[in-house]
């Protein structure tokens, strides 16, 4: 695996992996050229996966020396797809560098390291699975990412490596949700609240930062109005729980939707540029709601917390009594929960609106959002609590 | 959690869970169970290629070994049926069909409707076919256009793993009869599937690709095949689509219309003989609705109309092959590529 370490002053680019059951990426696209002096952030490449696509962005500054894979090529993850480097590395040493790498890999599946990538936690007699990356020397509390109504932990495909990089950071599934187990009691904000904080137990995170989407976000937020001395921050992604309004097509269209056409319509509200629904898209979310036990707990969790098109709980009153530092990304364009009910968080913390974007920012703006939240946790650890 | 197992475990695991989870639910056929009589789970061998192995100690009483006597046991697996349990009754080869088609034609797919909807018959069949392992015109058939053309049936014809278990579970929770198709070649055949129980509903095809230049209508086995030949076609330029019926009756047509019409070009691919098939029959349907769409005579990849060989090198000619397919997928396009051409 950890083939060819590169030389000072090189980088390598290599295949991201975006999910548990990413493989290899199709690089469709390259945005730089050879020579191009580019910044650390900077979008390289496309490319192109069962799921979604995404742009990678450069590591590091520094000119983009070879594109290894050209538009086309299939490269399986960890493989090489570029090389970044000083322009006073000699084009010998990028060459032998590409060379060395290219002998020695061994791509994961090839080298038998697939392994179960996801665990199960116990939590009032619940099975929660949960994914759990972590760097060699993780900073400051770990991260646990909440998904929304209907998700999963693989709605941050694009973001755990990336936040994964600094620390240590959890993803799970909720109940009645992705491989947990699917029963969601009542069903409401209370009960998953009190799931998460089983969940935190159960992994020994004293303390957390809490990253929640949609329906998530209400959780991490009552949860930390609750428990704030467990809560370091909340970062709320186009969170549920602000405002009464929530659009009832989405809320009801996945519950009842029962046949791909129906639901490829339900999933494109939550995107605005609507090819991100993919086939692939579409047929994991129906295998999901095809599982026994699925089809109720949705309908519990609506019924408690989504009933005729609005939200039964509000916090957004309860703001004030919110002692942890905030978060908020929403996307301007969002047709799930409309992005002026981030107003009263203003008063609270940072709010960024992003544009082009619907109710998926992790997904849709994934660089963007990544970049928000490192670099709102790193602020966090320099200041003195 | 989805894991990697074969079809034949997907099958075995679909029968588990759903005899755990309903007791009405019983396993009857010629050595389900195996060596019954003798102690031990060495002796119950589970079926004659181990299909339900590990349940007739598992659910003591609930599988049943029968003589030799297929309409004896179908019938009883009708009766049983009407009066309370839900039987899946296994006959070995489709080949063997022949024997208890009164129980099945007459009786089963007739119950329901004649007494008015007050008779059910949440009966299900399982049975192997298809050719490709020397097993000789007896035992290498594709029956399943003669239990499609009968109303009152329903026909699963699962390709893979997760489709026969999910399809399995669906056939067993369903009030009516259903014929269910086990590809004796896709049995070791691996893919994902959940360790939890779940359902496919009858009458979704499966889009297994996608494709904007000719649409391949495939079932069961066959459809590894074109999915192996549209690959060796978009090396070409040729971009197919591939329809998974999953189920013969009830039958997708409006998957295939779509697909149709975007495409405008069809290729069915059946390992069943030609006259009379399913291939004819999706043929026949496009033709009548989707004919101001079609840009080329639809082309049927079927088995010659003979029996299945016992020779090796001549089964190997008898299955429709990639190369079969590509090549009638060529003859809708003329040789043109690219979706507009």
């Not at chain 1, 290599?14 to 050879?34: C, H, T, Y």
């Not at chain 1, 019924?303 to 039964?312: I, L, R, V």
């Not at chain 2, 095949?225 to 999953?246: F, H, I, K, N, P």
């Not at chain 2, 019409?261 to 003989?273: A, I, P, Q």
Request: one cysteine or more; hydrophobic letters at 45%; aromatic letters at 6%.
């Amino acid at each position: 695996m950890t083939a060819g370490e590169a030389p000072a002053g090189v980088t390598r680019l290599g295949m991201p992996k975006w999910g548990l059951s990413m493989r290899e990426g199709k690089v469709v696209d390259w945005l730089v050229a050879e020579g191009d002096e580019v910044a650390e952030g900077t979008e390289l490449f496309e490319v192109e996966t069962e799921k979604m696509d995404g742009a990678v962005e450069s590591p590091a500054a520094g000119v983009l020396r070879r594109r290894v894979a050209e538009v086309g090529a299939v490269v399986p993850v960890g493989g090489l797809v570029g090389v970044l480097a000083d322009p006073s590395v000699p084009d010998a040493d990028v060459d032998a560098f590409v060379a060395a790498f290219q002998a020695s890999f061994v791509p994961e599946e090839a080298a038998g390291e697939a392994e179960t990538p996801t665990r199960v936690a116990e939590v009032g007699g619940r099975r929660l699975r949960y994914l759990e990356r972590a760097p060699d020397d993780p900073a400051g509390d770990p991260v646990v990412l909440v998904h929304g109504f209907g998700g999963d932990l693989n709605n941050w495909l694009f973001n755990t490596e990336k936040l994964a990089e600094r620390r240590r950071v959890y993803a799970l599934d909720l109940p009645g949700h992705g491989e947990s187990s699917k029963d969601v009691g009542a069903g409401d904000l209370a009960a998953f609240a009190a799931a998460l904080g089983g969940f935190l137990d159960a992994v020994d995170a004293a303390r957390a930062h809490l990253v929640g989407h949609s329906m998530g976000g209400a959780i991490a937020l009552t949860y930390a109005l609750e428990q704030p001395d467990r809560v370091a921050s909340l970062t709320l992604i186009a969170p549920a729980g602000l405002g009464e309004d929530i659009n009832p097509d989405y809320i009801d269209g996945f519950v009842t939707a029962e046949r791909r056409r129906e639901l490829k319509g339900v999933l494109e509200l939550l995107f605005a540029d609507q090819s991100h629904v993919s086939r692939a898209l579409v047929d994991d979310v129906l295998r999901y709601k095809r599982l026994d036990g699925v089809d109720a707990a949705l309908r519990q969790v609506s019924a408690a917390m989504y009933p005729s098109g609005h939200q039964t709980t509000v916090l957004a009153g309860d703001l004030d009594r919110l002692t942890v530092p905030v978060l908020a990304v929403w996307g301007s364009q969002d047709r799930v929960l409309p992005a002026a009910q981030a107003e009263p968080l203003r008063a609270r913390g940072r709010v960024e609106v992003l544009a082009d974007t619907g109710h998926s920012p992790h997904m849709e703006a994934a660089n963007e959002v990544n970049r928000l939240l490192g670099g709102f946790l790193d602020d966090l650890e320099e200041q003195p609590r | 959690m989805a894991r990697v197992i074969s079809f034949q475990k997907a099958i075995n695991e679909a029968l588990d869970q759903e005899m755990a989870r309903d007791p009405s639910v019983v396993l009857f056929g010629e050595d389900v169970a195996g060596g019954q009589g003798a102690g031990g789970e060495l002796d119950a061998w589970g079926g004659v290629l181990g299909v339900t192995k590990g349940l007739y100690h598992k659910y003591p009483g609930r599988v049943l070994d029968t003589p030799i006597s297929e309409s004896a046991f179908i019938g009883a697996a009708v009766g049983a049926a009407c009066s309370g349990l839900r039987p899946v009754a296994e006959l070995m080869f489709v080949d063997f069909m022949g024997v208890c088609f009164d129980q099945i034609f007459n009786q089963g797919a007739k119950l329901r409707y004649m007494f008015g909807g007050k008779a059910r018959v949440p009966m299900v069949i399982r049975t192997m076919w298809g050719a490709g392992i020397r097993a000789a015109s007896q035992h290498s058939q594709s029956l399943y256009s003669i239990f499609t053309h009968v109303p009152g049936l329903k026909v699963a014809v699962p390709s893979t793993p997760y489709d026969a278990k999910g399809l399995l579970i669906a056939a067993i929770r369903d009030d009516d009869p259903v014929i269910f198709f086990e590809n004796k070649v896709l049995y070791t055949v691996e893919g994902e599937v959940p360790e939890e129980s779940y359902t496919i509903p009858f009458g979704e095809a499966n889009l297994a690709r996608e494709g904007d230049d000719v649409t391949v209508v495939a079932i069961g086995r066959m459809v590894g095949m074109a999915q192996q030949a549209a690959e060796e076609l978009a090396a070409d330029g040729v971009d197919c689509e591939v329809v998974d019926l999953r189920t013969t009756s009830p039958l997708d047509e409006d998957t295939v219309y779509e697909s149709v019409e975007k495409t405008g070009r069809l290729v069915v691919v059946d390992e069943d003989n030609p006259r009379c098939g399913m291939a004819a029959d999706i043929a026949a349907l496009v033709a009548q609705n989707c004919f101001e769409e079609l840009r080329a005579p639809v082309q049927m990849v079927t088995a010659p109309h003979t029996p299945p060989p016992f020779t090796g090198s001549l089964e190997d000619l008898y299955v429709p092959s990639a190369e079969r397919i590509a090549e009638a997928v060529r003859k809708t396009t003329g040789g043109r590529v690219g979706a507009g051409a």
